[in-house]
């Protein structure tokens, strides 16, 4: 339904989002195949253009072009939002959105030149009751209208009118990795909640330890050791971070989607990169996370009644769907690049979330020097400028490796490292406005203290990194 509204023009979303809100029809969005996931322009499903019957054919070559991970695709739906390369004339126009059919609305028998069914079993016994399907096209025919045609568009000619930018259909893939950060986030929060709770309820030994069987004195409480204390409390402070930017990602997306009812794509690249990062750091500290729940809360937490071996098993996946996190960091690292050629040439950075290569200017080899590290390691100035001076230095570093000549292939970690310094910024610095917020916030200015501590505490890594500037000088 938000791709539709996302990508169809008002005639469609008033047909096509208003049947799916009232169940009429029940839709999935089939981009992912068995041979292309993250690399989108490689999709091999064609949607060509017939000009005499002003109808697109849908059409998997082969084997490898079968829609698969589809979710509801399995069992339920009717309807798929299919992600197909555009052909007319012979020529490709790369990939586009088109609403295929693919079941009967009212006994679900599948249409005619449809193959579709169910992919089996997932890893842990994870999304057990989703229904994650594949299809098949034979040449299924759609009508001309059923191509989302808000931002391209394709005439009963044949004229094809390009959009402003050509990434706009991705639009919809931003929207559901805005929506991934904030449920990392909530998932994250409620495992840790359930490890919380579960080690101030347990004991085990004596605190001291003592060894002698005591039985007038209880046991300590498990949450009361530093070992976990150190395990679960960055965990909730973490959670509480990915709320806070996840909110803050929303209100960007927001604003993008604002400025593509009037064709404006400025905001298009920033907006993708910051989910790109965003999406790519907020799963793997999320899973992470959980998996160190589990731990925390010994023998039981392996039970599936602790109920954080489930919330593991459904958002592991989390890692690759919506683009695999590896290969968005490099979509991260590429962004930043070219916002480094403007640092270079002298020219303004037109984005607001990588103003902090600025400090390049400062020099790349110099220590940042502390005049009292005590006191201001919890100064939030001085905690955004360690976080911005080490991102700033790692592209820098990836540009001068390429500048070098090494191939892109080669450059896979040092764009992960990138990737995740950026994120780690983002994150921070969200958290800094929302604790300045909150003060100037009558009924939450109580409250900001607290968040200070939990801003303080999601960055538990931060001794480590100022060593590292200090000591090292780089990253």
Known sequence: MPVIK??????????????????AIIGCYA?????????????????????KSDEFVIHSPDITAAKWWIGGLGVACTHA??????????????????????????????CRGITVGDIGPKA?????TTDNGFALFDHVRIPRDNMLMKFAHVSKEGKYTPPVHMKLSYGSMVKLRVDIVTDAAWKLGKAVTIATRYCTVRRQFH?????????????????????????????????????VSGEAMYTQFNTLMEQLEVNNATMLPEVHATSCALKSWSTRRSTDGMEECRKAMGGHGYSIFSGVSELFATFVPSNTYEGDN?????QVARFLLKQLQNVVQGKEITSTTAEYLNTLAEGTTDPYEFQNPNE??????????IFSIRSARLVADLGQQVQSGREWSDLNMECWSVNLAHAEYLILRDMIRKVETMRATPGQAELADTMKTVSDLVRSLLKYIVAVLTLFIYL
Do not use: C
């Open 6 to 23: 996302a990508q169809g023009t008002t005639e469609q979303s008033d047909k096509w989002y208003t049947a799916a809100k009232r169940h």
């Open 31 to 51: 981009q992912t195949e068995l041979g292309h996931g993250s690399n989108v322009l490689g999709l091999n499903t064609v949607a060509v253009y017939d000009q």
């Open 81 to 110: 939002v299919v992600q197909a390369q555009l052909i007319i004339n012979g020529k490709s126009h790369g990939p586009h959105l088109f609403i295929v059919p693919v079941r009967s609305p009212f006994d679900l028998k599948p």
């Open 124 to 128: 842990y016994g994870g999304f057990a």
């Open 207 to 243: 605190n001291p330890p003592n060894f002698k069987f005591d039985n007038s004195h209880p046991e300590a409480q498990v949450i009361s050791y530093s070992s976990v204390q150190h395990r679960l409390m960055p965990l909730l402070s973490t959670a509480y971070a990915l709320i």
């Open 326 to 330: 590896f290969v968005l960091a490099q």
């Open 376 to 385: 201001e390691i919890l100064d939030p100035n001085v905690q955004l400028k």
